[in-house]
C-alpha cells in the first residue's frame, strides 16, 4: 500500500539556519505529494504541493521537489525563524480518497 | 473564504459514554474526511464522505461512525467509549474529484479527553 517515511526528529536549529526535513514515499501509482505544518494546539496547515514529477512546490520561503527516481519530497528551508517552530508532516495521496501521513518531524527554532 | 469549522473544540467524556462531533467544510468543498491524531499512532485516516456517500473507512471498529448531510456537514460519532479513544480529531475539506480530493484543509479538531 501507500506508505510515507519521515527523519525522525525532533530537530533544533538556531535562527538563520538551513532546514531539510527528509521524505520517501512508496506508491504503485503517481501520487500527490503534500507537506503540512502543525503549530501547537492547531489543526493541519497546508504548506506546499506538487502533483507531478518534477513539480517544485515552494509557500513561505520552504520549497520541495517531486523527485520520482528517489521517490523522495524533501522539504528545504534556506533561512528559518523562530516563527517556523513546528511540527511538519510530509503526506501523499495516491488510488483512494485518503492522505497517508509520514509520523511527523518536531522541528524547533532557537533564537 | 471561511476555514473549515469544527465543534466543540474540547470535550471530556467518561468511559462507555458516546460522543459526536461535527465538521462544517469550506464552502464549496463537498468532501469530508475526518482523521484521528494520538502521540503513538500518529494521523490515522477514519472515513471520507462524498455526497452523503462514504467512499472510504479506515481501519477502526464499528464504534466509530459517520455521515454526511446534504449540505456537505458532516458528524462523526464514537459509541461506548474507551480509554485508547482519547485524542485530537481533525475534519478535512476538499474537492471531492482526484487528484483534488487530496489537497485537503483542516479544522483546528476537536480535542477528545475519556476518562
Known amino acids: 500500500g501507500n506508505s510515507v517515511t519521515q527523519m525522525e526528529g525532533p530537530v533544533t536549529l538556531s535562527e538563520e539556519a538551513f532546514l531539510t526535513i527528509n521524505c520517501t514515499y512508496t506508491?504503485?501509482?503517481?501520487?500527490?505529494l503534500f507537506w503540512y505544518v502543525q503549530y501547537p494546539g492547531e489543526g493541519l496547515q497546508l504548506l506546499l504541493k506538487?502533483?507531478?514529477?518534477?513539480d517544485k512546490g515552494s509557500n513561505k520561503g520552504f520549497e520541495a521537489t517531486y523527485r520520482k527516481e528517489t521517490t523522495s519530497f524533501h522539504l528545504e528551508k534556506g533561512s528559518v525563524q523562530v516563527s517556523d517552530s513546528a511540527v511538519y508532516f510530509c503526506?501523499?495521496?495516491?488510488?483512494?480518497?485518503?492522505?497517508?501521513f509520514g509520523a511527523g518531524t518536531t522541528v524547533t527554532v532557537r533564537a | 473564504k471561511a476555514g473549515v469549522t469544527q465543534t466543540p473544540r474540547y470535550l471530556i467524556k467518561t468511559r462507555g459514554q458516546q460522543v459526536t462531533l461535527s465538521c462544517s467544510p469550506i464552502?464549496?468543498?463537498?468532501?469530508v474526511s475526518w482523521y484521528q491524531q494520538t502521540p503513538g499512532q500518529g494521523l490515522q485516516f477514519l472515513f471520507e464522505?462524498?455526497?452523503?456517500?462514504?467512499?472510504n473507512k479506515g481501519n477502526f471498529p464499528g464504534r466509530f461512525s459517520g455521515r454526511q448531510f446534504s449540505n456537505s456537514r458532516s458528524e462523526m460519532n464514537v459509541s461506548t467509549l474507551e480509554l485508547g479513544d482519547s485524542a485530537l480529531y481533525l475534519c478535512?475539506?476538499?474537492?471531492?474529484?482526484?487528484?483534488?480530493?487530496?489537497?485537503?484543509?483542516f479544522g483546528p479538531g476537536t480535542r477528545l479527553t475519556v476518562t
Open positions: 478535512a475539506s476538499s474537492l471531492p474529484e482526484t487528484p483534488q480530493v487530496w489537497e485537503q484543509y
Open positions: 506508491a504503485t501509482g503517481y501520487p500527490s
Open positions: 506538487a502533483t507531478k514529477a518534477d
Open positions: 503526506a501523499l495521496g495516491w488510488g483512494d480518497y485518503k492522505l497517508s
Open positions: 464552502s464549496g468543498h463537498r468532501s
Open positions: 464522505y462524498f455526497s452523503e456517500t462514504q467512499r
